[in-house]
């Protein structure tokens, strides 16, 4: 969660307005009250973004798809925790496999964008590693300035919006032999 620009923001919403709260007098934040759980979660939720340690983990423990405290990626489709690493394979089989990246902050078009690629390869019956890349300096890196992009095995293919079903066709029909190495 380090470095998570839209968890940091969430926070500052719930933080700054409690503040000018209190400063204007609207709350007496110096007596006990409710509204010190909702700076308690405000709190936890920036300093989590700012040194990347999660509290939450010694309470609930990490999610156990990606091994994360806060997990951006729900499908469980992709590799065990242990084989997440960003150079990871996850086909049996070098040869075969697509190594598939969806780059985007967690908005609704990437969430579109993702499923998308996994239904048609579902329906395609072709072996991918597919994992979504939420942090802005990584899509950064990849010279990716607006999302949902769609990098396969280390190449963008796409950016911008959301592709075509065609588009996703012909990308996963492609040759696979330079995958995942």
Known sequence: MKGNIMMRLIALMILVPA????????????????????????LNALQSTLTGWCPATSIFGKDKNSGQCCASDTTGTCCE??????????????????????????????TTTMTLIETTASQMNVKYCIGKVEDIAEIAAFGVMSTPGVVINGKV?????????????????????????
């Not at 934040?29 to 759980?37: A, G």
């Open 19 to 42: 503040a000018l709260a209190h400063f204007t007098g609207q709350v007496d934040l110096t007596q006990p009250t409710w509204l010190w759980l909702t700076l308690f979660a405000g």
């Open 157 to 181: 293919v796409h950016s911008g919006s959301i592709p075509t079903k065609a588009q996703v066709t012909e990308w996963l029909s492609g040759p696979t032999e330079d995958c995942c190495g």
């Open 81 to 110: 925790p242990e084989n997440k690493a960003a150079d990871s394979k996850c086909c049996e089989s070098d040869t075969d496999c697509l190594d598939i990246k969806v780059l985007g902050t967690g908005c609704k078009n990437c």
